[in-house]
């Protein structure tokens, strides 16, 4: 039986990278989001259209505040720390899986592990 595969370790600055650019993406949608919130607020102020956005702005902010709570948990729990380990692990699982199903089905030996 083969050992598990394991993780191969992430060169820091690769990681420091992935980081930066996690931090970005998210500084910019953020920035956009909260422009976004801007104009709404703008226009409910305008007679024209007076409460046209009282429920998209609600429903942002509903969403936003689960999406900020879903990062918050995700990065709290680890979820972050090895995200290739899964990918290593489902493979191992899958080469486990056609070994046993090889033995089950009693193929030839050069097949088998």
Known sequence: ????TTTPPEPRRRRRLIH????LAC?????MFTFKLYE???TIKKDELVGFAHD???IYAFVSVGF???????????????IEGTKYE??????????????????????RE
């Open 68 to 82: 900020l709570l879903l990062l918050a948990w995700a990065f709290l729990s680890g979820q972050f720390r090895d």
């Open 20 to 23: 930066l650019f996690f931090v």
């Open 56 to 58: 998209p702005i609600l």
């Open 40 to 42: 709404f607020l703008r």
């Open 90 to 111: 489902m493979l191992d699982r899958v080469e486990r899986q056609e070994r046993a199903e090889r033995a089950l089905m009693g193929g030839p030996e050069e097949y």
């Open 1 to 4: 039986m083969s050992e598990p």
């Open 27 to 31: 500084t910019i949608a953020g920035c």
